[in-house]
């Protein structure tokens, strides 16, 4: 079994930045993915990011210049540095972690951007 926690979510002015965590624990295999996806209200939940073991990143079109993703694999922990925040993107944020054919999931992490 998996677990993730996330953290570092907020609310945060726009033009702002904040920076998520996500660290997973349990029985972690060496090659997996991990990543971000985001659920707006009343809308489907949509990839953000991606990184493999080896620091190969997929971006969604929306996170594109603007989100970093990266990982600590001592640490089994992946972060999303996010900059230039929109209100577009408040979101509850999920992490998620991909090996051998399962998916595991974080109960989410909230991010709000307003003035």
């Known amino acids: 079994q998996v677990q993730l926690v996330e953290s570092g979510g907020g609310l945060v002015q726009p033009g702002g930045s904040l920076r998520l965590s996500c660290a997973a624990s349990?029985?972690?295999?060496?090659?997996?993915?991990m990543g971000w996806y985001r659920q707006a209200p009343g809308k489907q939940r949509e990839s953000v990011a991606f990184?493999?073991?080896?620091?190969?990143?997929n971006y969604a079109g929306s996170a594109k210049g603007r989100f970093t993703i990266s990982r600590d694999n001592a640490k089994n922990t992946v972060y999303l540095q996010m900059n230039s925040l929109k209100p577009e993107d408040t979101a509850v944020y999920f992490c998620?972690?991909?090996?051998?054919?399962?998916?595991?999931w974080g109960q989410g992490t909230q991010v709000t951007v307003s003035s």
């Open positions: 349990g029985s972690i295999f060496s090659i997996n993915t």
């Open positions: 990184i493999s073991n080896y620091g190969t990143t």
């Open positions: 998620c972690l991909s090996q051998k054919g399962e998916v595991y």
